[in-house]
Nanobody, 115 residues
Framework: QVQLVESGGGLVQAGGSLRLSCAASGRTFGINVMGWYRQAPGKQRERVASIAPGGVTNYVDSVTGRLTISRDNAKNTVYLQMDSLKPKDKAVYYC?????????WGHGTQVTVSS
């Protein structure tokens, strides 16, 4: 099993920044793609960004240029640098990891952006 723990969420004003972290523990050998998803109130969970072990990244169009995903494979940690935040970015952000056919989720961290 893989355990994922997110941190770094909070309240920020529009235009501000936050940095989310997600640390993986347990059976971390063989973790493949890691990513960030978010779920706003009343909406479905959506993929925000993902990153492969070699560093190839993918973003949803609405965050391109504002959010940056990165990972430290030695620390089994993935990050999401969030800049120029907007009220529409308010959501619970979840970390996700794929390992040997299994999909693992963290419990989420709340991000609130005030206008």
């Amino acid at each position: 099993q893989v355990q994922l723990v997110e941190s770094g969420g909070g309240l920020v004003q529009a235009g501000g920044s936050l940095r989310l972290s997600c640390a993986a523990s347990g059976r971390t050998f063989g973790i493949n793609v890691m990513g960030w998803y978010r779920q706003a109130p009343g909406k479905q969970r959506e993929r925000v960004a993902s990153i492969a072990p070699g560093g190839v990244t993918n973003y949803v169009d609405s965050v391109t240029g504002r959010l940056t995903i990165s990972r430290d494979n030695a620390k089994n940690t993935v990050y999401l640098q969030m800049d120029s935040l907007k009220p529409k970015d308010k959501a619970v952000y979840y970390c996700n990891a794929e390992r040997m056919g299994g999909i693992y989720w963290g419990h989420g961290t709340q991000v609130t952006v005030s206008s």
